[in-house]
């Protein structure tokens, strides 16, 4: 019970961050807002810490990740949204879902591995 409140706080707290942010995510590239909030909603489970035990994404979250614009979105992280969400984590659930994010790339601060 107390995991599920835990989480569910989590889940809140990014949500009021994506809320209040969502007019820095209008870019020339295009608006990713929905995008994260989708992703919020639907993909928390499976991003929060601890980085590990790493948990294979729902067929939901997995929809949100194929259908959203990542590079807008990794744009986006800041580091408030890093204390929240691994991003090791965001890593794993983009290859589980077969979306992986390009080696060496960055999403927020986070430098994708190279191997």
Do not use: W
Not at 68 to 94: N, R, W
């Amino acid at each position: 019970m107390a995991k599920a409140l835990i989480s569910f706080g989590l889940l809140s707290l990014v949500i009021i961050l994506g809320v209040s942010s969502m007019a820095s995510l209008t870019t020339a590239d295009g608006d990713c807002s929905n995008d994260m909030m989708n992703l919020a909603t639907k993909c928390m489970p499976y991003v929060t810490y601890p980085p590990n035990p790493k948990i294979a994404p729902s067929k939901d979250c997995c929809g949100v990740v194929l259908n959203c614009d990542m590079k807008c979105i990794c744009g986006h992280i800041t580091k408030e949204i890093e204390k929240l969400i691994c991003m090791e984590k965001v890593v794993y659930v983009a290859n589980s879902c077969g979306r992986p994010l390009a080696k060496g790339s960055k999403c927020g601060s986070y430098q994708v591995p190279p191997i």
